[in-house]
């Protein structure tokens, strides 16, 4: 999470996840969200990577048949797990990074004179009202001018 904060703030040259972008419905309509992840999101992007919640895509496809093609023995060996294990792990994490498509939940901030304001952290399944009643406790408590400029 820090490592966006640092690259919202210019510190940090490099993201591994998309690129912040705006809340278009009410109540958070205006307000900036930006993805962060960590460890705990690995088996999720993977997940996603392959497809594995809708039966698998043509990666998790592709992978296979490579494990299979390379495969000379017709056996499972220890070449052929090394190579299912490699694939649908670190190079398949890897390549996600490089696409900037890891996934996470997200930093709720708004933009205000040049400036960002960290809001709230929020996940994706959580509902938009319950985010917004976080950011309004923020409001009331440290950032009551950010409410009339939202």
Do not use: C
Request: no cysteine; proline share 1%.
């Amino acid at each position: 999470m820090l490592d966006e904060i640092k690259f919202l703030e210019g510190i940090k040259k490099l993201s591994s996840t998309k690129k912040a972008e705006v809340f278009r419905k009410h109540p958070l309509k205006g307000l900036m969200k930006k993805h962060f992840t960590d460890a705990s999101f690995i088996i999720k992007n993977l997940g996603a990577h392959f497809g594995y919640e809708y039966g698998g895509n043509k990666r998790l496809e592709a992978m296979v048949n490579e494990a299979f093609t390379q495969n000379k023995s017709g056996f499972v060996d220890d070449a052929f797990i090394d190579f299912i294990a490699y694939n649908s792990t670190i190079l398949a994490f890897e390549d996600r990074a490089s696409r900037k498509k890891l996934s996470g939940e997200w930093i709720v901030f708004q933009e205000y004179q040049s400036k960002n304001y960290y809001l709230t952290l929020a996940a994706h399944d959580e509902g938009d009202e319950n985010i917004f009643k976080r950011v309004q406790i923020v409001y009331n408590f440290d950032f009551q001018f950010l409410r009339y400029n939202a």
